[in-house]
């Protein structure tokens, strides 16, 4: 899939302040997850695989005001999504797609080699 297809995949999910109901990276940060709420139930989950670079910022001009781990368990979501965008890069002759998200609170970076994106339940998350 190109990077135009799927960026029009995640464009088509109305993204834009959803919830980040998971941003978890797995395998020495080989793998990355981010999962969106779309509806009370339901959330689009993108797996990273083949990850390179990731970087993730929180908004230091923010306190967070309680246990991130204790407010996602009550279901009561902190981050806010307000950009997803995907691209590509050519890094000593092998090809990456790279993609930024942004957040109210957050900025996250990951320059990875394939992407899954599915729809899934909130509690199987």
Known sequence: MDVK????????SE????YIVKLNGNYMFDE???????????????????CYKVHFNHD????????VKNMISS???????????????????????TCQVVGNLLNFEVQFKEIKISKVKISAL
Do not use: C, M, P
């Open 15 to 18: 993204y834009k302040e959803s």
């Open 5 to 12: 297809e799927i960026q029009q995949t995640i464009d088509k």
């Open 75 to 97: 279901r009561k979501y902190l981050y806010v999504l307000k950009w997803i965008t995907l691209g590509d890069i050519i890094v000593n002759k092998n090809y990456f797609y």
């Open 60 to 67: 230091f001009d923010q306190n967070k005001r309680s246990n």
């Open 32 to 50: 990355v997850e981010l999962a969106y709420q779309i509806s009370k139930e339901e959330a689009i989950l993108i797996h990273f695989s083949g």
